[in-house]
T-cell receptor, first 116, second 110 residues
């Protein structure tokens, strides 16, 4: 089973709202990722968690706050977003990188976020 | 300089044609390489990993040239269902970051 699930599928929120995106995997992967993807662009890395610890934050604004409660779950808390934050937010997981290479990532279906 | 450069296309080819995509990467320490396929409004799906010796999966062949720092994907006997965006992915030297090319759009025409 190579499934990564994400909820909700769609989210519309105002600029003053607080919401959370959720991601779950049961493949025993110890690395999890958040990406942001705008139309006709490749995914842009936001955060990487490795063994439930934040290992990479790609200079993401503080209005995005990640959380990894356990090895299967990854959340992205959203607060005071801007209309330009509207995008597809993708979660991915992989086995943790090894000394001589990386394992493939598996993506969830994404949450399509619209900020009004 | 971008980590990964990829020709965005679009490539419009007839059914049955052979088409090839290339990506170049800038970090000689990169260790892992992948091709993903992304359909419109869907998530990227792993197509194949790319190994130093080259690898084949049915109609798809991936190659890695470390000396010239590029990877390629060859699709033979194109099907209508191959129409998608193809993304090359290269990892960092430490392996914990994945860099995506801009994607190449392929449309297979009946």
């Amino acid at each position: 089973d190579t499934e990564v699930t994400q909820t909700p599928k769609h989210l519309v929120m105002g600029m003053t709202n607080k919401k959370s995106l959720k991601c779950e995997q049961h493949m025993g992967h110890r690395a999890m990722y958040w990406y942001k993807q705008k139309a006709k662009k490749p995914p842009e890395l936001m955060f990487v968690y490795s063994y439930e610890k934040l290992s990479i934050n790609e200079s993401v604004p503080s209005r995005f706050s990640p959380e990894c409660p356990n090895s299967s779950l990854l959340n992205l808390h959203l607060h005071a977003l801007q209309p330009e934050d509207s995008a597809l937010y993708l979660c991915a997981s992989s086995q943790a990188p090894r000394s001589r290479g990386s394992y493939e990532q598996y993506f969830g279906p994404g949450t399509r976020l619209t900020v009004t | 300089r971008k980590e990964v450069e990829q020709d965005p296309g679009p490539f419009n080819v007839p059914e049955g044609a052979t088409v090839a995509f290339n990506c170049t990467y800038s970090n000689s320490a990169s260790q892992s390489f992948f091709w993903y396929r992304q359909d419109c409004r869907k998530e990227p799906k792993l197509l194949m990993s790319v190994y130093s010796s080259g690898n084949e999966d049915g109609r798809f062949t991936a190659q890695l040239n470390r000396a010239s720092q590029y990877i390629s994907l060859l699709i033979r006997d194109s099907k209508l269902s191959d129409s998608a965006t193809y993304l090359c992915v290269v990892t960092s030297g430490t392996g914990n970051q994945f860099y995506f090319g801009t994607g190449t759009s392929l449309t297979v025409i009946p």
